[in-house]
């Protein structure tokens, strides 16, 4: 069953084409996340998952209705970029009144144990620390005790104590058969939790699949030498798929098979020196996809 889909959607402001034709499915109980450079429409496509804007054109059904129906919005929390959360009251309070909108919310303290906020419960909202801010964010979309839970960059600001505790908790809600959506700078922390990954590029996806599946198609092998050799000649090298080269020489190479390419590279007499085989990351991978014009099709 799916929690969410998205079917040929459009969403332009003005002359700007946020989304274009994009159609994505959410299955329920899995934590999805969503990949994309700055500017790739992740945040306008969960904005659409949450009535907050309409499509230009296409459908947006979320829990199998229009997402600004009332019995939807009941089982949906939702974690923004950048939220407006009242400066005077307590970490408690604020988290009471929030639990005040939902019908059938969990208990403050529960909210309070899930964002790890017990430590600051009586401290103004208004004098948190930004990690902190974060995690009273946190508290906020699950207090109601939602069905699926949007969380836009939920780790962005955390330190490493409070991002391994969402992540944590995060797991915890997907256990008890959430679904969640998120979208992430930080792919390497995502791979470990999230079922599903979908990676977002000018508005449509590029890319979409379990985290195994989708490193198994990129160039995650990177090969780091310095020589006199030029762009083609570096890019001619065998499995090759992506090549960059500075002004000194240096070569920067994606490729799926290092041994290979560093085996050829010997055999080819070529004078080379600081050899470096290292695994990029799947974010890198990845970014370094979007930034081509051809990609890896779903
Ligand atoms: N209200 C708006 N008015 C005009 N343009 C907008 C508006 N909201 C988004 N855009 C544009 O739509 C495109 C997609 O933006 P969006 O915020 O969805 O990207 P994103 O993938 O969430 O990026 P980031 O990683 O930076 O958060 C961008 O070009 C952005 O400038």
Do not use: C
Not at 18 to 24: F, P
Not at 149 to 157: K, N, R
Not at 281 to 293: G, N, Q
């Amino acid at each position: 069953m799916n929690a969410i889909e998205l079917s040929g959607v459009n969403k332009s402001f003005g002359r700007v084409e946020a989304l274009r034709d994009l159609t994505l499915d959410v299955r329920a109980g899995e934590l999805t996340a969503l990949l994309g450079p700055n500017g790739a429409g992740k945040t306008t496509a969960i904005s659409l998952m949450l009535g907050l804007a309409r499509p230009t054109s296409g459908t947006v059904r979320v829990l199998g209705g229009d997402p600004l129906a009332g019995r939807v919005r009941s089982h949906v929390g939702s974690m923004p970029q950048e939220s407006a959360i009242p400066q005077a009251l307590t970490v408690r309070e604020t988290v009471g009144l929030f639990a005040r909108l939902y019908p059938r919310p969990l208990s403050v303290d529960a909210a309070l144990d899930l964002a790890d906020l017990r430590d600051v419960a009586g401290r103004r909202a208004g004098a948190l620390s930004g990690g902190q801010a974060r995690r009273l964010a946190f508290a906020l979309a699950v207090v109601g005790d939602p069905q699926l839970l949007f969380l836009d960059e939920p780790t962005t600001g955390m330190d490493a104590a409070s991002r391994a505790a969402f992540w944590h908790a995060a797991e915890g809600l997907r256990e008890e058969g959430r679904t969640i959506l998120l979208t992430t700078h930080y792919l390497e922390e995502a791979e470990r939790t999230a079922d599903r990954v979908v990676v977002m590029n000018a508005g449509a996806v590029l890319a979409d699949g379990t985290p195994e599946g989708l490193r198994a198609r990129v160039a995650t092998g990177r090969v780091r030498f310095t020589s006199d050799l030029v762009l083609a000649e570096l890019r001619a090298l065998p499995g090759v798929e992506a090549a960059e080269v500075s002004g000194g020489g240096h070569a920067d190479l994606r490729t799926r098979e290092p041994e290979a390419l560093v085996r050829a590279l010997v055999g080819s007499g070529v004078a080379f020196t600081g050899l470096e085989v290292t695994r990029a990351s799947l974010e890198d991978a990845f970014l370094s996809l979007t930034a081509r014009p051809q990609g890896v099709r779903a």
